[in-house]
């Protein structure tokens, strides 16, 4: 089996940056992870803005290949 390798430049985005980078509308991405679609870090306090795990989209994708 080939092994692919993808560079990533930072593990985690923003909401934002998230959308700025896919297209995806902020509003979309919010109900995204809201359904559990999107992954996100693990935060400590409640207020704290949700980070989008490209790591774990990457594994999730990863997963898929056929």
């Known amino acids: ?7 990533i430049a930072v593990p985690y985005l923003t909401i934002e940056q998230y959308s700025n980078f896919s297209g995806i509308p902020e509003n979309t991405i919010r109900s ?4 559990g679609r999107l ?6 306090k409640s ?13 999730e994708a990863n997963d898929q290949v056929v």
């Open 1 to 7: 089996m080939s092994e692919i390798a993808i560079q």
């Open 32 to 35: 995204m992870i809201q359904q």
């Open 47 to 59: 207020k704290e803005k949700p980070l989008i795990n490209l790591l774990a989209l990457m594994r």
């Open 39 to 44: 992954p996100i870090r693990s935060k400590i």
